[in-house]
């Protein structure tokens, strides 16, 4: 699959289900991308959060709710 982020990509995770990929761009925020009800990648269906400073690591929970991104100015951002 071919996901374009639009910005360079620093860090990325699969959800635990596997149907959601998570980017840290360079420009300070995240991109999350879900499959469709079919179980397709759509390059189109993501969102953008944003995270203030560059993502150097993200990671899912245990059961795919939250996404936990550490950035580069020291901080981590958790999204729930």
């Given amino acids: 699959i071919d ?8 860090s990325v995770a ?6 959601s990929i998570s980017a840290g761009l360079w420009n300070g925020s995240m991109n999350v991308y879900t ?3 079919r179980g397709n990648w759509d390059p189109d269906n993501y969102i953008t959060l944003p ?3 560059v993502g150097v690591s993200i ?3 245990p059961d795919g709710r939250s996404i936990a991104a ?3 100015n020291g901080n981590v ?4």
Avoid: H, K, T, W
């Fill in 3 to 10: 996901l374009p982020a639009g910005e360079a990509v620093n």
């Fill in 14 to 19: 699969y959800s635990p289900d596997g149907r």
């Fill in 35 to 37: 499959q469709d009800y």
């Fill in 51 to 53: 995270l203030g400073s």
């Fill in 59 to 61: 990671a899912y929970s």
């Fill in 70 to 72: 550490g950035l580069e």
């Fill in 77 to 80: 951002m958790v999204y729930i």
